[in-house]
């Protein structure tokens, strides 16, 4: 029998999935995007980037939803990885956006070698499985988890392979 083996499709980008941590419950007469994070969500969000970080995660861009929590945790991303750009806001990000809208905001950033999206459930276990080309896949998404995902074409549809996923629980 003749074996042949294929040689793995080149990494284009590199994705890192943020989902934000835990956060404040609505305040009474304010909207849910106001919400921010508590003292554990800030720290458990820390712990899981200072694990990626030893890890050799480098992003070169992060990006986050308008809301309040998520722009928190892209901060706090910002702050662990000693990253010194601009957090860059994608409304497509918020929580009922859609993957396609994501995909289509990443796709515009190809020059961008490592992106972390800092975001909510639903869309980013949707956008998991939309990334992996499995729409079925069913992702469970911690408050402070992140995942990566490998990006080997930026075509209209998007083919990726799950590397990881990190959860505060691993911090402890």
Known sequence: M??????????????????HGIAEDVPAGRSDSSRALTPEGRERAAAV?????????KPSLIASS??????????????EFNWKGDLLSLPSLVPHGTPQGVWSDIRDLRDEPAILLAGHEPLLSEL?????????????MKKSAMLRIDVASLGPAPG????????PALTR
Do not use: C, H
């Open 2 to 19: 003749v074996m042949i083996r294929l040689a793995p499709a080149q990494t284009l980008m590199e994705l890192y999935l943020f989902r």
């Open 49 to 57: 980037v200072r694990m990626a970080r030893n890890a050799g995660v």
């Open 66 to 79: 308008p809301y309040v929590r998520a722009v928190q945790t892209a901060e706090i991303a910002a702050k």
């Open 128 to 140: 998991a499985a939309y990334l992996l080309n499995s729409p079925s896949l069913m992702v469970d």
């Open 160 to 167: 990726g392979v799950l590397r990881w996923m990190l959860t």
